[in-house]
Nanobody
Framework: QVQLVESGGGLVQPGGSLSLSCAAS????????MGWYRQAPGKERELVAT???????KYVDSVKGRFAISRDNAKNTVYLQMNSLEPEDTAIYYC??????????????WGQGTQVTVSS
């Protein structure tokens, strides 16, 4: 059993900052990729940022230069620092992890989601 528990999020004014964190726990052998997706009302879920075990990162174009993803591999935790937030960043943010539970068994896991609202 694997769980992803998110924290952070909330309400912030445009131009403000927020940070999210997500800790994975349970039967984890190794985490291959970890990061964040988001889903705004009426839109499909989209990748925000991910960081793999080799350190390579991916960002959606709309957040480049404003958001920064980091990982603490020892703690199986991923962070998302969000700066210069815009109303368009309003969404439910979901933590994501692709991980192995043993040498051969892998799967994609999701957190429960945390609301980020950017509004004046």
């Amino acid at each position: 059993q694997v769980q992803l528990v998110e924290s952070g999020g909330g309400l912030v004014q445009p131009g403000g900052s927020l940070s999210l964190s997500c800790a994975a726990s349970g039967s984890i052998f190794t985490i291959v990729d970890m990061g964040w997706y988001r889903q705004a009302p009426g839109k499909e879920r989209e990748l925000v940022a991910t960081k793999n075990s080799g350190g390579a990162t991916k960002y959606v174009d709309s957040v480049k230069g404003r958001f920064a993803i980091s990982r603490d591999n020892a703690k199986n935790t991923v962070y998302l620092q969000m700066n210069s937030l815009e109303p368009e960043d309003t969404a439910i943010y979901y933590c994501y992890a692709r991980l192995y539970t043993d040498y051969t068994t892998w799967g994609d896991y999701w957190g429960q989601g945390t609301q980020v609202t950017v509004s004046s």
